[in-house]
């Protein structure tokens, strides 16, 4: 379970974040990179997607933060990827679970089903029914070719709480434009979140305020937060280049939403047998271990399934 | 609030100074004639006229508001008794005529002086109109309206030394006006697939000698010069001005700390000065490939800059200008001799920074009325960026990045300077002997 950080210091924060960026390839600093570089995609993203100003937002701005985000994926892509997970979010018209269905029609956007899947672990030692994420990277069925991130390893717990902290603060702001989660939300939110900060992620990007698409492809959703001043058609998006889940998956780590599937009202109760195998085909849909391309409809062994079933429970 | 000032200009004269605000309206000062037997203090500039310039207008087919916001002023220099400026927001520019009024015409035969007509059976002399004077007016006219000439957001304004055209830049394009008729393209950056755009106009400037040369600069931190008898285009530069990157100093944030926010000319024409988020270049024209000059104008941000690009205020658009050309700057009690000597830009918590191109000394100043008593001396100021913080000194973490000084003026001929707070103007001068 992620603690129970308070609101990092500004002094803290910019210890570890902050001055002259170290050079990947450095042993004990690569974390504290990676960490940035992390950092900086989140609030790039946040900048460009969650907020729709009344007047057009400033087209330097965009090309500047556009621009920081294609860097980094670029350096994610040639620091080779094997990172698994987070693959079912190229499905973002797909519900993943009836729990978000509600919100759909208002998030079927891009985030929803990229930042919400609900099964995700946590990278920190989580209650005892859930195999450590870190375990599963390493096995084969997890593996996506399109997902990109930052590195084999994961940084350490302890490490990931500026990370969570700054981005939960980002959410914290949209959390003050959302209304209230429903109740299906808020169980998994309360049983889920350890923070007193507030809701996890999911809960609040669920609710995400006015002004999100209804829904598209990932592609056009990407191009949602600059409409008209970039004179684009409906069909093509300023960053077409970045897939959904190159873009949203790279770095993401499931730590920060902080999601117990054991816990969970979505059915991953700590005993798995009892869900029925629909509900488990959109809840594992991450574990995938086709290659999913965006928009087709998620399909899996249920070989597959009980393997995976298997490695949960940790039987 | 709507008068958050957002652009200040003085005239070719200086006897006039224009500001324009985040509410569309334009607010001129004028100093008043010097009085010969005072001669501690040069006359001070009082409210001349108040216009409304730009009104917010909506774009219907984007759903999106149009900031009345004022961009950029530019004045024309004056040709007769009116006095003529430019003044632009994000689509529109608009070619004002302030003209005064300080006569009236009295003594008409066919109409009392209320204006009501006589009837013309009661008249039985006739007069001659004569002109008798009246309280002053300062009346504001619209004589041109440019429009529609601009898809993206207008950056710049610039008066070409022909008198007769003037340029305007918005993100992606560069237009030319002839003041009296039409407008052509002149540099379209825009490439045919939105997709690959990476870089915007940040700024443009004719310069100021050379009628068929202007300048942009870019958000990747380049300077394009381009000459308009090369094509009709000029979308190939005749030069391109550009510093290699330092590794030492690289960081995510190089490319946006990069980009120009604005570019002037020197008077003689012979170098120009760019202003990025961290520091003030000098180039001479003649040399692409780096500045001559680099002036920090406050690098104790160079640590900040993750918390800078979070609140947004990595992308403060800050300006800069050079002092007023005609007379020897004696800044800082040294004697000068190069016309454009002194450099002024401004920073945080309502700081303004000036360079002495000779002695390369700087000096520190706050707009600020609760530090600053009238007529008094300005203190300087200095941030401690980290250790022990002297007395006196203000630490890093203490500035208010609210208050931030984007735009600054010089006097063309004399030692006065005006300077915009977020809310308010200061005009400041150097001390007379």
Redesign the interface.
Known sequence: MLGKGGKRK??E??DG?????VSPTDGPSKVSYTL??Q??FN?SLM?LYNHRP???P????T??I???L???QEELKQEGSLRPMFVAASQPADPLSDNFREAQPAFSHLASPALLPPDLVSTMPLESCLTPASLLEDDTFCTSPAVQHDGPTKPPPPALQPVKD?FSSALDEIEELCPAPTSAEAVAAESAAGDAKGQPGESNIIHKPEGLPESRTAESKLMEPL??????TAS??????LTLDDILFADIDTSMYDFDPCTSATGAASKMAPVSADELLKTLAPYSSQPVTPNQPFKMDLTELDHIMEVLVGS | AADIISTVEFNHSGELLATGDKGGRVVIFQQEQENKTQSHSRGEYNVYSTFQSHEPEF?Y???????EKINKIRWLPQKNAAQFLLSTN?KTIKLWKISERDKRPEGYNLKEEDGRYRDPTTVTTLRVPVFRPMDLMVEASPRRIFANAH???INSISINSDYETYLSAD??RINLWHLEITDRNIVDIKPA???E????I?AAEFHPNSCSTFVYSS?KGTIRLCDMRASALCDRHSKLFEEPEDP?????FS??IS?ISDVKFSHSGRYMMTRDYLSVKIWDLNMENRPVETYQVHEYLR?????L??N?CI?DKFECCWNGSDRQVEFLSLCTSNLSNIVMTGSYNNFFRMFDRNTKRDITLEASRENNKPRTVLKPRKVCASGKRKKDEISV?SLDFNKKILHTAWHPKENIIAVATTNNLYIFQDKMN
């Open positions: 500004f002094d924060h910019e974040l902050e001055g002259k960026v940035q570089r950092t900086i609030i900048k009344l007047t057009e400033s087209l330097q701005k090309v500047l556009n621009n920081m294609r860097r980094i700054s409409p008209g001043n970039f004179e684009i093509t998006g300023f960053l077409t280049d | 774009d087919l984007k759903s999106l508001e149009i900031e994000d898809t993206y957001h993100d992606l697939n939105m997709e755009l990476t870089e915007v940040t958000s030492s100093n690289r960081s995510f490319e946006i980009s640590s900040k800059l993750c918390s690009y979070e947004d992308f973490d």
